[in-house]
C-alpha cells in the first residue's frame, strides 16, 4: 500500500522519521532520516527526490524493505520506456 504525499512540505511533520529518495551519484539513493531535516537554509531540498513519512513499525524496517514498499520515483518511468 503506498501513501500519497501532501502536496505542501509544511504539511509533513518534522520530529517524525521519512524514507527518503535523495539524487545519488549513480541515480536515486534510499535514506532514512530520524527527521525532515533539510539543513541550514534548506540545502538538502534540492537533492531530494520524494519523502514519505514513516510510522513506527516501518520505521524498523531496513531500507531494502522500505524500497520495495516505496519504490524509487524514477522506477515507473524506466519501467515504461523498457516496455
Known sequence: MHRHLPMSPQQLETDQPHF????????PEPQKWGALDYGVGGWKKNSVL???P????????????LAKIYPS???HADQRDAA
Open 54 to 65: 514513516l510510522t513506527k513499525s516501518e520505521a524498523a524496517l531496513p531500507l531494502d524493505i
Open 73 to 75: 520515483p524514477t522506477s
Open 50 to 52: 520524494a519523502v514519505y
Open 20 to 27: 527518503v529518495w535523495t539524487v545519488g551519484l549513480r541515480g
